[in-house]
């Protein structure tokens, strides 16, 4: 089992640019993202900061570009043409500054979105959309095969060691099924009524969910359920973009030893 404790992330800074995304606060995007950022570097991430790129309104959503794991990143193939600089810029971060070995996808076919796929520290999870495609799945299988890796589509992400977090609605709740039969391991499933809800962040022993105000009745859940430390961010602004907490973050845990390709 890989571990899920993290010692680094990746993040960029909001562009002026973002503004032109329906009717979002910048001001107050920023500001909710800033506190994003505090957080990480609270619970002991180094927290490597991107400036933003103006021509990118969408260059905040980080996780969309990369898979790291157990010391290897594979870069993505997002299905929106549009991002192909972005997967650039982190690519160019992950190799230059963190001397990480680099996979490219060789299948021009592929589509992958990073925010598709789900690590449990045991295994991989892919949901297929309209930013991730059967080869993109692959593509993940075989850069991680010490890693089962099945095709889902994803509704979920990590709370805890082998918890998986899942929203009650009935596409979140067909995509647990799915897991449930076709997984190697065997998890914990935290159920919160929300489906916004069930997009966590778990980091270095410390549950972040989204804010009371937005989550009313999963923040209940989450505080009879969860018994190890807990943080809450408010994620409106970010959210009226598609933007959820995994979203902004490019998390790693960098290896002591560089693996070799």
Same mark, same amino acid.
């Given at each position: 089992?890989?571990?899920?404790?993290?010692?680094?992330?990746?993040?960029?800074?909001?562009?002026?640019?973002?503004?032109?995304?329906?009717?979002?606060?910048?001001?107050?995007?920023?500001?909710?993202?800033?506190?994003?950022?505090?957080?990480?570097?609270?619970?002991?991430?180094?927290?490597?900061?991107?400036?933003?790129?103006?021509?990118?309104?969408?260059?905040?959503?980080?996780?969309?570009? %990369?898979? $790291?794991?157990?010391?290897?990143?594979?870069?993505?193939?997002? =299905? #929106?043409?549009?991002? @192909?600089? /972005? &997967?650039?810029?982190?690519?160019?971060?992950?190799?230059?500054?963190?001397?990480?070995?680099?996979?490219?996808?060789?299948?021009?076919?592929?589509?992958?979105?990073?925010?598709?796929?789900?690590?449990?520290?045991?295994?991989?999870?892919?949901?297929?959309?309209?930013?991730?495609?059967?080869?993109?799945?692959?593509?993940?299988?075989?850069?991680?095969?010490?890693?089962?890796?099945?095709?889902?589509? %994803?509704? $979920?992400?990590?709370?805890?060691?082998?918890?998986?977090?899942? =929203? #009650?609605?009935?596409? @979140?709740? /067909? &995509?647990?099924?799915?897991?449930?039969?076709?997984?190697?391991?065997?998890?914990?499933?935290?159920?919160?009524?929300?489906?916004?809800?069930?997009?966590?962040?778990?980091?270095?022993?410390?549950?972040?969910?989204?804010?009371?105000?937005?989550?009313?009745?999963?923040?209940?859940?989450?505080?009879?359920?969860?018994?190890?430390?807990?943080?809450?961010?408010?994620?409106?602004?970010?959210?009226?973009?598609?933007?959820?907490?995994?979203?902004?973050?490019?998390?790693?845990?960098?290896?002591?030893?560089?693996?070799?390709?």
């Amino acid at each position: 089992m890989a571990s899920l404790k993290f010692t680094h992330a990746v993040v960029c800074r909001i562009p002026l640019s973002f503004r032109t995304r329906g009717e979002i606060e910048l001001e107050e995007a920023k500001r909710q993202h800033e506190a994003y950022v505090r957080l990480l570097r609270e619970l002991g991430l180094d927290v490597i900061e991107l400036p933003p790129d103006e021509t990118l309104p969408e260059c905040m959503f980080v996780e969309d570009t %990369a898979i $790291v794991c157990n010391g290897l990143a594979l870069i993505t193939r997002p =299905g #929106a043409q549009n991002r @192909a600089k /972005e &997967v650039e810029t982190i690519r160019a971060v992950l190799k230059k500054e963190l001397d990480l070995p680099i996979v490219e996808i060789g299948d021009e076919s592929a589509k992958l979105d990073g925010g598709d796929v789900l690590f449990t520290g045991r295994e991989f999870f892919v949901g297929l959309s309209e930013w991730t495609n059967e080869a993109g799945a692959r593509a993940v299988a075989a850069a991680f095969p010490e890693f089962p890796c099945t095709p889902v589509k %994803a509704l $979920v992400s990590m709370a805890g060691p082998d918890v998986i977090c899942v =929203g #009650a609605g009935m596409a @979140a709740q /067909e &995509v647990l099924k799915r897991i449930k039969r076709e997984a190697t391991f065997s998890y914990q499933t935290l159920t919160v009524p929300e489906d916004i809800a069930a997009n966590v962040l778990y980091v270095n022993g410390t549950l972040i969910h989204r804010s009371p105000e937005e989550i009313p009745e999963s923040c209940k859940v989450f505080a009879e359920r969860i018994d190890f430390p807990k943080r809450t961010l408010n994620m409106s602004e970010l959210a009226k973009a598609g933007s959820g907490l995994t979203s902004c973050c490019l998390l790693f845990r960098r290896m002591r030893h560089i693996r070799s390709l």
